[in-house]
């Protein structure tokens, strides 16, 4: 994948570099740390579309359910990464977002996953619909590539 296409498939990018102290005993960038900087730019978009906004005044916020990484090349310091993100399918009460992880080192995909994110009422202490205003926040920032839309009336059994 060349870097062109990277953020194209990931409209929210985040800049990082990569820290000597996430490397392990074999001498590449250990396996908890990409699960890190999947987190660094899950948070960062989330900031970006105003999730925390919508959780501060609705008190609906992100619950991570699952989350996952496929690894593609060993990173190595010192090396700088480009995060991406991109919200790639919105149901009822929940969405996903794909991550990935871009080596400017090597020009290559370092890794990719997604995790699966469910929208939570903390008054209610249950799972809530998503939100309308973040639904339409994602298809307006995310141009180029706009998400599955499934069962959006309907909760999951």
């Known amino acids: ?7 194209k498939q990931y409209p929210f990018t985040l800049k990082q570099s990569l820290v000597w102290g996430e490397m392990d005993a ?10 890190r900087l999947f987190e660094s730019v899950r948070i960062a978009y989330f900031e970006k579309l105003g999730v925390l906004d919508i959780m501060q005044s609705q008190n609906l916020g992100p619950i991570l359910h699952s989350t996952d990484c496929r690894y ?3 990173l190595v310091y010192p090396d700088e990464l480009l995060l991406g ?17 871009f080596s400017l080192k090597n ?30 926040s994602i298809l307006n920032f995310q141009d180029e590539c706009k998400p599955e839309l499934i069962n959006l009336e309907q909760a999951r059994n």
């Open 107 to 136: 020009q290559k995909l370092a890794a990719n996953g997604n995790g699966l994110i469910v929208c939570y009422d903390y008054n209610k202490d249950e799972k809530a619909k998503v939100p309308a205003d973040l639904i339409k």
């Open 26 to 35: 074999f001498q590449h960038l250990n396996n908890v740390a990409y699960f």
């Open 72 to 74: 593609r090349i060993p």
């Open 1 to 7: 994948m060349q870097i062109s296409e990277f953020n």
């Open 85 to 101: 993100a991109c919200v790639s399918r919105i149901e009822y009460d929940r969405y996903e977002i794909s991550h990935a992880i």
